[in-house]
């Protein structure tokens, strides 16, 4: 992707990624897409773990690596040792923003916490992702995104009421979202400290944004005691609204949310020979006979291709989608037309496809400008370039695991 401009919106903003395996490393992959000179710290040899999670490509990177770490620069550094550490504090001093997602108080263990960085610097935002947040009686519990998704109150949602919860898409939906608010939380403290002169420290716990954003949940157990349950494909307050069957053994979303949509699908249906009651009509009487309503649009689409239900709701102006697998979105012309499919050539493992950058902005759109780096890839670039170090310092330094 082209940029339209040699200006990007985080032109000239320094982070330090000393984060790892996913939400702290995709908030900076928001951010170094779109300008930011990110520089990802790894423990020497070692490595991230996320290089060793996932498909393995003959270059022994993963495929999350390749792709989730796009446009960062790597540096090796053991900041657990008294000498790495030293190194970090001479980077956090010329540092806008620096990510982490270690559990609360290991930073502090290894005498880089919050007071002493903002001694440092005090222009520095910390972004702070684990997995209960830095505070409250659970802060020291380890945390991934299951847990996440388990804690935050989607998992119980996922599935059938007569069936165990299932893993709601996802096990990392909640690590995606925590980079993502990282991200936001980057550009408020950045907005901030344009009036103050001052950083400051955003805390996320990985749950939080999972909880966020289960719409009515906590008002209407708020205020009426309702707890929801499980209810398969369906949707709370609303039907139809789920996944019908067709005729050719595939699966489509409908989406009547309100009284005017299922009007006009009630119309299509009704023209093929299949009235609905009248008071289906109003939503209040649909979500009564919520089986039997979604059993009647069933039975529509069972009659017809997908291809055709979806030709029908879009005459209709019936909201409608196909339930893509992965090798059907990479067919479908719309991806194709909004280049949501990026195309980048790298040495070490080819034309590999990845997803395309989020936001479309109009005047500075971005671009990814490589893939996840070589272990230590700019290690030369950072310490001699940039700290001045000499072959000999770095060499000695190797040696003792430091970088």
């Known amino acids: 992707m082209q940029a339209a401009t040699n200006i990007q919106p985080m032109d000239n903003i320094r982070i330090l990624d000393v984060s790892s395996f996913l939400a702290g490393p995709f908030c900076t992959t928001q951010l170094a897409e779109f300008g930011a000179d990110v520089l990802k710290v790894e423990l020497p040899t070692i490595g991230d773990a996320l290089r060793r999670f996932g498909t393995i490509t003959e270059n022994g990177d993963s495929l999350p690596w390749l792709s989730e770490y796009r446009n960062k620069k790597s540096i090796t550094l053991d900041m657990r040792l008294p000498e790495g550490a030293a190194i970090l504090k001479r980077l956090v001093e010329k540092a806008d923003v620096m990510v982490e997602n270690f559990q609360p108080g290991t930073l502090e263990k290894w005498g880089l916490g919050w007071d002493v960085l903002r001694e440092i610097n005090p222009r520095l935002i910390l972004v702070r992702i684990s997995g209960y947040g830095q505070t409250g009686p659970y802060r020291d519990r380890p945390g991934f995104g299951r847990i996440a998704n388990a804690f935050g109150g989607l998992s119980y949602l996922a599935g059938y009421p007569d069936r165990p919860p299932v893993t709601p898409g996802s096990a ?167 280049g949501n499919i990026l195309k980048v050539h790298d040495d070490r493992v080819g034309e590999l496809s990845i997803p395309n950058l989020v936001p479309r902005l109009s005047d500075t759109p971005g671009s990814v400008n490589w893939l996840g780096p070589r272990l230590g890839q700019h290690n030369d670039e950072i310490f001699k370039t940039e700290l001045g170090m000499t072959v000999e310092e770095i060499e000695r330094l190797k040696a003792k695991g430091v970088v």
């Open 172 to 338: 990392t939906i909640p690590d995606y979202l925590a980079g993502l608010y990282g991200a936001l939380g980057v550009m408020f403290a950045l907005r901030a400290r344009e009036r103050t002169g001052k950083g400051q420290m955003v805390d996320i716990g990985l749950y939080e944004p999972i909880f966020r954003i289960l719409d009515e949940l906590a008002p209407a157990y708020s205020l009426n005691g309702y707890v929801r349950e499980r209810m398969g494909p369906a949707t709370v307050n609303v039907v139809p609204h789920s996944h019908y069957p067709t005729k050719d053994n595939r699966w489509i979303a409908i989406a009547c949310t309100n009284d005017k949509i299922y009007e006009r699908l009630a119309d299509v249906m009704a023209k093929e020979g299949m009235p609905a009651p009248a008071d289906w009509a109003l939503l209040k009487n649909r979500e009564i006979d919520r089986i039997k309503v979604d059993e009647h649009v069933s039975t529509w689409t069972l009659s017809h291709d997908r291809l055709e239900v979806l030709t029908i709701c879009e005459l209709a102006q019936v909201p409608c989608g196909p339930i893509y697998a992965i090798d059907e979105i990479f067919e479908d012309p719309q991806y194709a037309a909004r």
